[in-house]
């Protein structure tokens, strides 16, 4: 069977299609979203949102990422809502009411993302035998913007005000990094992996949607391997 080329960015169909060779199974918008895969739109430049373009000002994809936004696309919305994405420089940037509308047909897949979710799908059919190592504490973390970037979207609380008034979230130091928080306050990053377990234990944060967030992010994917262990530790 010949698999038609994925192009760098592909529409739904293209998406589907090229999924549903890969896994001979059949693909849809709610299925991409569910497996976690971006949408993109083209955003061309727009004179009421300059700082959202920066000198991009031919226009940029813009990322839906935004729980309430892609949870309408995968409940069969109509048109595509977007109310928060990310600049040219990747800043998570809130829109003015009601945020940009587009038709379902501007909808982009990127190349990267498909093949990495192809890749997930091939592992999670022939899992390997996972040896559980023991927990300890990472020197490493990730900074603020980029803990609003994955979470903020996922709770009812301000947790931009939640990081901001210190206590790790969770009381004591949480899921800071405690050799992080003796650099000075804008030094401080947060260990992911606690962060979303405390989101689902305090917050009540679906770990489908944690698990989302994981596989969505860049700056996650180191991370996905202490995530999947901590989900095998808890019987998840």
């Not at 301000?158 to 306050?185: C, E, H, N, P, Y």
Request: aromatic share 8%.
């Amino acid at each position: 069977m010949t698999i038609n080329p994925l192009p760098f960015r592909a529409t739904t169909a293209q998406a589907c299609d090229w999924l549903a060779q890969q896994s001979g199974t059949a693909w849809n918008l709610a299925r991409l979203i569910e497996c976690g895969v971006t949408p993109y739109v083209w955003l061309d430049y727009d004179a009421a949102y300059p700082e959202l373009f920066g000198d991009a000002n031919g226009g940029y994809p813009a990322p839906i990422f935004l729980e309430s936004d892609t949870a309408w696309l995968a409940a069969g919305g109509d048109e595509v809502r977007i109310t928060i994405t990310k600049d040219v420089h990747k800043i998570v940037t809130q829109l003015k009411p009601p945020g940009f509308r587009r038709e379902l047909a501007a909808l982009r897949f990127l190349k990267k993302d498909l093949e990495r979710l192809a890749r997930q799908l091939e592992r999670d059919a022939n899992p390997a035998h996972v040896i559980i190592a023991p927990a300890q504490e990472s020197g490493a973390g990730i900074h603020r913007d980029q803990v609003l970037a994955a979470f903020a979207g996922l709770v009812r609380i301000d947790l931009a005000q939640a990081l901001a008034a210190g206590g790790g979230i969770f009381g004591d130091d949480g899921a800071r990094v405690k050799a992080s928080t003796r650099k000075g306050k804008n030094n401080i990053v947060w260990n992911p992996v606690t962060l979303a377990l405390g989101l689902n234990d305090v917050h009540r944060v679906p770990l489908s949607h944690l698990k989302r967030a994981f596989q969505t992010h860049d700056f996650l994917h180191e991370w996905a391997g202490e995530w999947d262990q901590s989900l095998a530790l808890l019987g998840n």
